[in-house]
């Protein structure tokens, strides 16, 4: 199993990154694929996550209307577009993967950190103001 995460990088605030998560080694379309982000001496977040069947969105108050998650089922990636970056939005930002309960939200399935199955190794996003 992997989930390998990409595009992280160094922006000014107000600009914008899309981070890319390329899965392998189960059943992408019977999970739910999400994005956590962990700042210095902060526990680690729920930012975004979408249900691969149905398209089921979840996002933290924090990042709505900014971020945009959005899954490409053939092959295997999830993105998240992040716009109208600040300077609170540096962090580290992983990927994760949660097996899909089918009677239950986006939200829940990457609401605790306890719940993921599949975690990536992170990538750094570092927004200066």
């Known amino acids: 199993v992997q989930l390998v995460e990409s595009g992280g990088g160094s922006v000014q605030a107000g600009g914008s990154l899309r981070l890319s998560c390329a899965a392998s080694?189960?059943?992408?379309?019977?999970?739910?694929i999400g994005w956590f982000r962990q700042a210095p001496g902060k526990e680690r977040e729920p930012m975004s996550c979408?249900?691969?069947?149905?398209?089921?969105?979840y996002y933290a108050d924090s990042v709505k209307g900014r971020f945009t998650i959005s899954s490409d089922n053939a092959k295997n990636t999830v993105y998240l577009q992040m716009d109208s970056l600040k300077s609170e939005d540096t962090a580290v930002y992983y990927c994760?993967?949660?097996?899909?309960?089918?009677?239950?939200?986006?939200?829940?399935?990457?609401?605790?950190?306890?719940?993921?199955?599949?975690w990536g190794q992170g990538t750094q996003v570092t927004v200066s103001s």
């Open positions: 994760a993967a949660t097996r899909r309960r089918s009677d239950l939200s986006s939200r829940w399935h990457c609401s605790r950190t306890s719940r993921i199955d599949y």
């Open positions: 979408i249900n691969n069947s149905g398209g089921g969105t």
């Open positions: 080694g189960f059943n992408f379309d019977g999970y739910v």
